[in-house]
């Protein structure tokens, strides 16, 4: 195998490379008659790319004939090969890649400007050709839009999410963050976006479904397409079904095929929004606070003539203390009457809504009050006459 890139096409391999390496940890590489494939598959096994140069994007493609040529090499080092992207263009001519057969490397040399060459020797292991099966022309949603549309819309989702609910409409697209079901889906936050058909190259809807797969994939993609400038084609059926998001340009076809969540049943969901729904308040009188047992209490006495009239402050203090003192100097010993006036003359009263609400459930009104002193008095008077005449 016998390849050269020239130009800025050196760029555009050394971009492909960094988005396969957002994919997996190795890199396949088979040259084939209708170009050079680099592929890549996640660990789990739920995210494919693949990369086809075709021989025009060379200046050279020569490829061993009688026997097929695979094999596959840990992605960092080959990343390692086009470490600085910013510099490629400027500082590196054409990138010469070979086949050592007899040393089993595979050569990567850099040739940069002021005759300056960089040669790499990489390791690498026979390996098995990695293919994909999908039928991308089947799906009956098809989406086409320029990576700037979709640059825009994935900035807004912080790094921190990891994957991606598109819903589709008659004329609509809807992007979403997609939050675990075990997670609490009152608390976290969520992200919408909505697109008009209108912004589509390609707007092709079937079957309106709602599908959910990784976002790290898709924005691996994306920088790679905003690079190159071609417009990203999604491809996608219902819930379950791959995703295929693809670029084809003349002499360059980029397919990434990502796994979906397959629906959920409508039993889950419903539990998940009856978990969200907040429980109602306890009916408990007790849990309430101080202030509502209070007024409880004030509204909660009986009809009668002792809760028509509001509460009557202790303002006259011979008032309330000479009624109580006929009767109380008749049924208690002197003891337990200072006792009362001592309490009475505390200098910190209880609270101020509880001591008006004590009185106004047990003191008698006003009218009340003043004919039984009244009659109270009459009564002292009556004694103190009775006094008199005894020897």
Not at 271 to 292: H, L
Not at 295 to 309: F, R, Y
Request: some cysteine; charged content about 25%; hydrophobic content about 35%.
């Amino acid at each position: 195998m016998d390849c050269v890139v020239t130009g800025g096409n050196v760029k555009v391999l050394a971009k492909a490379i960094h988005s396969l390496s957002r994919i997996g940890d190795e890199l396949y590489l088979e040259p084939e008659e209708d170009g050079l494939a680099l592929r890549s598959v996640n660990s789990s096994r739920s995210a494919y790319a693949c990369f086809l140069f075709a021989p025009l994007f060379f200046s050279r493609y020569t490829i061993p004939s009688g026997h097929a040529f695979r094999c596959k090499m840990a992605i960092k080092s080959v990343q390692a090969v086009f470490r600085s992207l910013a510099s490629l263009e400027k500082t590196v001519e054409k990138c010469h890649i070979e086949l050592d057969a007899q040393k089993n490397r595979l050569t990567f040399t850099l040739h940069c400007k002021y005759g300056l060459m960089k040669t790499h020797n990489l390791s690498f292991q026979d390996s098995e050709s990695l293919q994909a099966v999908f039928d991308k022309d089947s799906y009956p949603n098809a989406l086409r839009a320029q990576p700037r549309l979709l640059v825009d819309t994935v900035v807004h989702f912080p790094q921190s999410v990891e994957e991606v609910t598109v819903s589709v409409g008659d004329e609509r697209v809807w992007f979403r963050n997609h939050v675990e079901d075990e997670a609490d889906q009152c608390r976290a936050m969520l992200t919408e976006l909505c697109l008009s058909s209108e912004e589509f190259d390609h707007f092709a809807v079937r079957a309106q479904n709602t599908i959910t797969f990784c976002l790290k994939e898709l924005r691996g993609l994306l920088v790679f397409a905003e690079s190159t400038g071609l417009p990203i084609s999604m491809y996608f059926d219902e819930p379950g079904s791959p995703v295929v998001l693809s670029m084809t340009d003349s002499v360059l076809e980029v397919n990434f095929v990502l796994a979906t969540l397959s629906d959920e049943p409508n039993t889950q969901k419903n539990a998940t929004k009856r978990a969200c729904t907040p429980p109602p308040p306890p009916d408990d009188f007790m849990n309430d606070d101080m202030d509502s047992f209070l007024i409880a209490m004030d509204t909660s006495v009986a009809p009668g003539p002792l809760a028509t009239g509001p509460p009557t402050p202790p303002t006259d203090s011979h008032t309330y203390s000479n009624q109580p003192a006929a009767t109380i100097h008749r049924t208690r010993p002197h003891s337990e009457e200072e006792e009362e006036e001592e309490e009475e003359t505390d200098e910190t009263p209880p609270n101020k809504k509880f001591c008006s609400l004590f009185f106004g459930s047990v003191l008698p009104t006003s009218s009340q009050v003043t004919n039984q002193t009244v009659t109270s008095q009459q009564v002292l008077a009556s004694d103190s006459e009775d006094d008199t005449e005894m020897p």
